[in-house]
């Protein structure tokens, strides 16, 4: 059983500003004074359950024409894609939720998950050229990816379209499982029982837990990709839509979804 219900919490502060070339938080939970408390200034959800779609919405924002406008607004209603560490005892502990982030880093996190998903939407389709100009960034601009000296010989020299889509496919899969492998972990947990009756074994669930919203949209990342050829476009933007399913236990969605949100 696939859990998702109340584990892998987002905090999202009420307000938060540019301030420079950072967006930041109004309210710091490290510094709240009274009679303010951080349920009055932040709140929380689950990126899992109620952002089932987030790593498309995040890198759509690349392509904004404002992208710090677009990067304050994915805020106010997601978080902060990145995180807080703290240390304690020695230790570091690390929080899914951050107070600040540099505008820089948004973007590079963005144009990164928009690269990403524009090679595995052209590695469904079979579109070997498209690949190829994605991964070396001559089709639309962008900068060529950082990738391994072995993916970028199979694409320069050409050694035919399904050697190249292999490499591509392969690349995708290797920046998702890192993300993932990096930030976040399952666990088991018993589903709260009637205490008073013997353990229902049943009720063990296999729980995720994230470090940073990265992690959690990356999740939905590698969900998609072992849902099989699940990506479509949205007929008003352009935009790529998720057909597969949002967690391994969520239903099939229907396969003739047109548009976005």
Not at 77 to 87: A, I
Not at 107 to 126: C, F, P, Q, S, T
Not at 178 to 189: A, E, G, L
Not at 204 to 220: K, P, Q, R
Request: net charge negative; charged share 25%.
């Amino acid at each position: 059983m696939q859990g998702l219900s109340g584990l892998g919490i987002q905090s999202v502060c009420n307000e938060y500003q540019i301030h420079g070339d950072r967006i930041v938080a109004k309210y710091k939970l490290s510094a709240l004074e009274d009679p303010l408390r951080p349920e009055d200034v932040w709140w929380f959800y689950s990126p899992l359950r109620d952002a089932p779609d987030l790593i498309l919405t995040f890198a759509r924002l690349y392509k904004e024409k404002s992208f710090e406008r677009a990067a304050l607004a994915f805020s106010h209603k997601y978080g902060l894609p990145n995180n807080t560490v703290e240390v304690v005892g020695g230790k570091e502990k690390t929080y899914p939720f951050a107070e600040e982030i540099e505008i820089s880093e948004f973007w590079d996190e963005a144009e990164k998950a928009h690269r990403i998903l524009a090679i595995y939407e052209a590695v469904i389709n079979r579109d070997a050229e498209t690949v190829k100009q994605s991964l070396l960034g001559r089709n639309t601009g962008d900068k060529p990816f950082e990738i391994d000296h072995e993916t970028l010989s199979l694409v320069e020299e050409l050694q035919g379209p399904n050697g190249i889509l292999h490499a591509s496919l392969d690349y995708v899969i290797a920046a998702v499982q890192d993300v993932v492998q990096r930030t976040c972990r399952q666990r088991m947990r018993a589903a709260p029982q009637n205490r008073m009756q013997p353990p229902d074994f049943s009720n063990i669930e296999t729980v995720w837990d994230f470090d940073s919203l990265y992690g959690a949209m990356y999740l939905e990342m590698w969900w998609l990709i072992i849902s099989g050829n699940n990506i479509g476009r949205c007929e008003f933007c352009g935009s790529p839509i998720s057909l597969g399913r949002s967690h391994p236990a969520a239903r099939k969605r229907r396969r003739d979804k047109r548009f976005c949100n």
